[in-house]
């Protein structure tokens, strides 16, 4: 692959953080500093697709900025898998941020400049935990996210926002100065070297050593990517307003997670030094009963945020899954779960706050005949829900099936089971919330009164994605080719 | 410019008279000298510190008498590198004093500045210096002007310091009679010339002697655990400026003294080596680390939370030379001006909400985020560093220092970092839950815009963004000043 000297990967990171002050600036004039939030998204992510035709084309755009630890510099660097979590969260934040809009300032919600801000820095590090191209560029923006979303968190500042702002950070920080050990650890054995499809530190050390390094960086990156069980924080997060539920939580913050654990299973270890010190057994086992687990807990949830919190704990493990069993076939699943996840969750999301919004309602059991009101944005939900349970033709469907694959690849039978019985269960979970919407009858919701314009068109459009990408996966951004060019890279054989 | 080591001390003590003078015939005039001697400290200090980046060490004999026989300056890396933190922290705590004394204790404000600048001359003495004998007088120049400092707080404070001043004492002593063991060994106090005769007498019980003393008694200075009793009072009850110019700088210039002796006199092969003085001095820090952070969380008066941060912190220094290996010590020197910056700016904000709020408690803090907002700005940020949140400077002590550790194979020290971290987040996002994202305290107004004044502002500020850029810069200060400093150990 060509490395090419480029400011794009630096002006996506940084474009949201100038954006960030900006709206500081102009918090007395809500509507100036809106236009700030809208002008970075549109900004951000036309920067990241103007930097998709060179990844297509085979080049790896890269700028070296100086360095941060003698001999270690801060670089960015936009590779197949760097542009394909970062063109879905900056797509995704075109839409969260008029929904948010909309959303905040139909709640009348207060201190609405902190939240904008911190919802901005939020999106510089994802972006950089997208294109960082190496461990410790990795994980300070990984470290700021943890600090940027926690003014999200405690929003509210409810005792028990508070509560959940705490054990928030208790969770995370924790999981950071893991990963801290991790990285610096990783340094000391094999050198500050750049991620390297198929790793770099095969014979680095000795087979003990690097199991403990990999339980490290799993531990680290697990505790974002709520990995049970070090899932209990996202769940008490949903306290934080829907938009941030949303994108942070369904998308941003979490997928920070497990697309650290790929990097650090594709580009540090890589697959057959993962194989051999012996720690996919270990690990897999965690994501499997993560999948098991969260959906049962998730069939429990009356509260619509926490149960759809609940499905993000399993849908995450499903792509910690794909990445563990080390086939292409899984490998293609699962990275393209972070896409086609992100854009079905995020549409489930703002179904719920749309409803919040509109009807006041936060039960499942109160969303009775609820359809009748809000036919449009129940519509996408079932449409949504479909693709998480894995039905085609909507996009969790095309994931699912290549996972499948990946199992009877590796001959995980008991994994392939375990996948099938999850989409039940999700099933399970999710298809009675449209069917009470639609087909139960109800006093209160009769009159056609859908959400503003601002939260709806988000709720259609992140719908109209998540069907579209099942359709044509490739349509949009190319994110399929991306996936295959990164699994490519990693597994060195021709992908899938 | 030969005598451009002793400069510093000199011209401090200096426009001490200066000020003295001036403030008895106006009290404005007293105040200017010393803010006056403070800057032209700072340009001396950083044109020290190019000159001997670029050109190498410079020395400076006494009198004109050689070493051994006279009394030598030397201004290397390390020193150049000390010295830049100490000016540049006095003379802002000196510009914020202006506000802040007249606020608190302004019947002793013609005292204060003088005594501040003798301060400073006796710290900037004590890294110039390469006379062992002369080091202890600078040691007890800034430790007399700090008790007078301290005690000039109001209530409980002239009780701390008195307290200080024995503990204070007794610590000169334990280090002047280490100093005395090694003159009737050696025959000599220039420091080069005791490290070149040292070699011989590594069997010597007298060179034991004077080792644990010297270093006991610069661990009671540096507030070492368990030496560290005397610290939060005298903290706690000092005026804010006073605080804000001891902190950042007293116990991590002992801490320099370590390090000078570890590097410089008695070497590696002794203190790490032959004795294992090192290896005490890094489980003591690791203890302090820890109990001084759980004392940190149990405190409610913001002062007294920072004083044991502090002791914890300062234990980040002792526990890098603990680790005795140049990643560790390269984190120890980096955490010096690291903490000094955090530390510095900390104080700084809690004399700020005195002057507007006149508050200590950290629960009658609420709202103080919309009150103070580029104040709390600074707090939140400098809180970062302090927890390690990179890009922030402290990030880069701790991420050396765990480097470090590691290379050392010693877990239980990078276990203890790695802990600490956690427990300073505790005490830390506690302050700023309250700030942030409490209801309104009585006595907080909801106004915005209730920043203290610009001249103690300023230094708040410059601290906060120190801390920021610090961080960003930190690769060019390793390398060009500090891997220089421990390159003795490298080789070795």
């Known amino acids: ?496 | 410019m030969n005598q451009l080591p002793l400069l510093l001390p000199i011209s401090f003590l200096l426009f001490s008279i200066i000020s003295v003078l001036a403030g008895l015939w106006r009290r404005e005039l007293g105040y200017a000298a010393a803010v006056a001697g403070a800057a032209v400290g700072v340009p001396l200090a950083l044109w020290g510190l190019f000159r001997v980046l670029s050109q190498g060490t410079v020395r400076y004999h006494l009198g004109g008498w050689l070493p051994p026989f006279g009394i030598e300056y030397v201004l290397d890396p390390l020193a150049a590198f000390m010295a830049s933190i100490i000016t540049v922290i006095g003379l802002l705590a000196l510009v914020y004093a202006r506000w802040s004394v007249h606020h608190e204790v302004p019947e002793k404000a013609p005292v204060l500045y003088p005594v501040a600048l003798l301060l400073l001359a006796g710290l900037t003495g004590i890294v110039v210096t390469g006379d062992l004998f002369n080091l202890f007088v600078f040691l007890e120049i800034s430790s007399l002007s700090a008790y007078a400092l301290l005690a000039s707080g109001r209530g409980q404070a002239p009780l701390a310091a008195f307290r200080y001043l024995i503990l204070g004492t007794i610590a000169g002593s334990f280090y002047l009679l280490g100093v005395g063991f090694i003159y009737f060994s050696t025959g000599s106090l220039n420091m080069a010339d005791v490290a070149e005769r040292l070699p011989l007498l590594y069997e010597s019980r007298a060179l034991l002697a004077a080792a644990v003393l010297m270093v006991l008694g610069l661990g009671l200075k540096m507030a070492l655990f368990p030496l560290h009793l005397w610290l939060p009072d005298a903290y706690t009850y000092a005026p804010s400026a006073v605080t804000g110019l001891i902190a950042p700088l007293m116990t991590k210039v002992a801490g320099y003294a370590l390090i000078r002796l570890f590097l410089d006199v008695f070497g590696p092969g002794y203190l790490r080596d032959t004795v294992p003085v090192t290896v005490a001095i890094g489980w003591l820090a690791a203890g302090g680390i820890v109990v001084a952070s759980v004392m940190a969380i149990a405190q409610r008066d913001f002062r007294r939370m920072l004083a044991y941060s502090s002791v914890a912190q300062v234990a980040y220094v002792a526990l890098g030379l603990g680790l005795a290996n140049p990643l560790g010590l390269i984190g120890a020197l980096l955490h010096i001006l690291n903490h000094a910056f955090m530390k510095g700016c900390l104080f700084l904000v809690a004399g700020g909400v005195r002057y507007r709020v006149g508050v200590w408690e950290v629960p009658r803090f609420g709202g103080l985020g919309r009150h103070m907002p580029w104040t709390m700005a600074a707090f939140a940020v400098a809180a970062l560093g302090m927890i390690g949140i990179p890009p922030t400077a402290g990030f880069f002590s701790k991420w050396y220092l765990v480097q470090g550790g590691i290379a050392a194979g010693n877990w239980a020290f990078v276990a203890v970092i790695l802990a600490s971290s956690l427990l300073t987040a505790v005490y830390f996002f506690r302050v700023l839950e309250r700030v942030y994202a409490a209801p309104l305290s009585p006595g907080v107004a909801t106004s915005r815009g209730s920043d203290p004044p610009t001249g103690m502002l300023v230094p708040i500020l410059i601290l906060a963004g120190g801390v920021l850029v610090l961080g960003i810069i930190n690769s060019i200060i390793v390398s060009q000043v500090l891997e220089k400093v421990v390159a003795p150990l490298s080789g070795s």
């Open chain 1, 1 to 496: 692959m060509d490395t090419l000297v480029s400011i794009g990967p630096l002006a996506a990171v940084a474009v949201s953080l100038l954006a960030a002050g900006l709206i500081v600036l102009s918090g007395g004039r809500p509507n100036l500093r809106e236009g700030w939030t809208i002008l970075a998204a549109l900004a951000k992510f036309g920067i990241t697709l103007s930097l998709l035709p060179r990844v297509l084309a085979g080049q790896t755009p890269q700028i070296t900025l100086f360095e941060i630890s003698p001999g270690i510099a801060l670089a960015l660097r936009a590779d197949s898998l760097g542009m394909l979590f970062a063109l879905s969260a900056s797509f995704l934040w075109v839409l969260t941020s008029l929904y948010s809009i909309g959303y905040m300032r139909g709640l009348g919600e207060h201190k609405q400049t902190r939240y904008f801000a911190s919802f901005a820095v939020c999106m510089s590090a994802t972006i950089g935990i997208a294109f960082a191209a190496n461990l410790l560029t990795l994980f300070l923006f990984y470290e700021v996210l943890t600090i940027a979303t926690y003014p999200l968190v405690v929003h509210k500042e409810t005792p028990e926002a508070m509560a959940a702002g705490r054990k928030y950070l208790a969770y995370l920080l924790t999981g950071g100065v893991v990963l801290l050990l991790a990285v610096a650890w990783s340094v000391a054995i094999g050198g500050s070297r750049d991620f390297a499809p198929g790793g770099f530190l095969s014979g680095a050390a000795g087979h003990r050593v690097l199991l403990a390094l990999f339980l490290l960086f799993f531990l680290g990156f697990g505790v974002k990517g709520a990995v049970m069980p070090f899932h209990s924080w996202l769940p008490s997060a949903m306290v934080a307003p829907t938009p941030v539920s949303a994108l942070l939580h369904a998308v941003a913050v979490v997928k920070a997670g497990v697309f650290g654990i790929a990097r650090v299973v594709g580009f540090v270890f890589g697959p057959e030094l993962a194989r051999d010190i012996g720690a996919v057994p270990i690990v897999s086992v965690l994501a499997a009963a993560t999948i098991l687990l969260s959906s049962l807990l998730a069939l429990r949830q009356d509260n619509l945020k926490l149960r759809l919190a609940y499905s993000t704990v399993g849908h995450l493990s499903y792509i910690v899954l794909g990445v563990l069993l080390l086939s292409p076939s899984a490998w293609s699943g699962g990275l393209f779960h972070i896409v086609t996840h992100g854009a079905m969750k995020i549409t489930l999301f703002f179904v719920a706050g749309a409803i919040y919004v509109k009807a006041h309602v936060e039960k499942v059991s109160e969303l009775n005949g609820l359809g009748r009101q809000m036919p449009i944005t129940l519509g996408v939900f079932a449409l949504a829900s479909l693709g998480l349970a894995g039905l085609p033709p909507v996009a969790g469907f095309l994931s699912k099936w290549y996972l499948a694959q990946g199992t009877v690849e590796t001959g995980e039978m008991v994994f392939l089971s375990l996948l099938l019985l999850s989409g039940l269960l999700n099933a399970a979970y999710l298809f009675p919330i449209a069917i009470r919407a639609f087909l139960l009858p109800s006093e209160r919701f009769r009159r056609f009164d859908e959400a503003p314009w601002l939260i709806l068109a988000p709720v259609v459009l992140a719908g109209a994605l998540a069907l579209l990408l099942g359709l044509a996966p490739n349509a949009l951004f190319h994110f399929f080719t991306l996936v295959s060019r990164t699994v490519a890279g990693v597994m060195g054989a021709g992908g899938v």
